[in-house]
């Protein structure tokens, strides 16, 4: 089946600095990709997403690019905020067999003024 | 605010007692789409309605149900519910429910507490 492999956390990085969250994921067709985001005690934002091959999705800051060739779509913003402290999740919804999004396990971030 | 409404945000009940999830999707919206948040299983998509329809099924428990109205609202019955139910319910609606470029827009959620 399908699945989305995050890097673990928590991450913890002073504000300024450079941010990645690694994402792999497995589908048994050509899925679309997407980064949410979780602030504590809300629910899930859309942060970004890409559909096809070397889209690059981005916002606030933040992108990622679908990688075919390696399975990824990692996470990126070169200069976090404090602000950006937050739960971070991968996913994917592959339009050829299912059509509910399958999340990595999330990844924490916290980044310190 | 992504316009996906959900209610109560919180609730308490005991175990063995049924409630009913509220949700109202996105204007324009036609599907809906149920998940549970915990920290052990993580986000675990359970159901889908599409147009009223049921489109998809994931892991949902036999003991728990859902149905989507004529106006496109949702609800999710959770029944004999059990500590373990003890989780965080998302809805989230999308406009076609499915193809490549829908996107679901999630609510705030529901945090449910048996005891």
């Known amino acids: 089946g399908d699945s989305v492999t995050q890097m673990e956390g928590p991450v913890t990085l002073s504000e300024e600095a450079f941010l990645t969250i690694n994402c792999t994921y497995t589908a048994t067709g050509y899925p679309s990709l997407f980064w949410y985001v979780q602030y504590p005690g809300e629910g899930l934002q859309l942060l970004l997403k890409a559909t096809k091959a070397d889209d690059k999705g981005s916002n606030k800051g933040f992108e990622a690019t679908y990688r075919k060739e390696t399975t990824s779509f990692h996470l990126e913003k070169g200069s976090v905020q404090v602000s950006d402290s937050a739960v971070y999740f991968c996913?994917?919804?592959?339009?050829?067999?299912?059509?509910?999004?399958?999340f990595g396990s999330g990844t924490q971030l916290t980044v310190l003024p | 605010d992504s316009g996906v409404t959900q209610t109560p945000k919180h609730l308490i009940t005991a175990t063995g007692q049924r409630v009913t999830l509220r949700c109202s999707p996105r204007s324009g919206d036609l599907s809906v789409y149920w998940y549970q948040q915990s920290l052990d299983q993580g986000l675990q998509f359970l159901i889908q309605y599409y147009n009223g329809e049921e489109r998809a099924k994931g892991n949902i428990l036999e003991r728990f149900s859902a149905q989507q109205f004529p106006d496109l609202h949702s609800e999710l019955n959770l029944s004999s519910l059990e500590l373990g139910d003890s989780v965080l319910y998302f809805c989230?609606?999308?406009?076609?429910?499915?193809?490549?470029?829908?996107?679901?827009?999630f609510g705030p959620g529901t945090r449910l507490t048996v005891l």
């Open positions: 989230a609606s999308s406009v076609q429910g499915g193809g490549r470029t829908d996107t679901q827009y």
């Open positions: 996913a994917l919804s592959d339009p050829g067999s299912a059509r509910q999004l399958t």
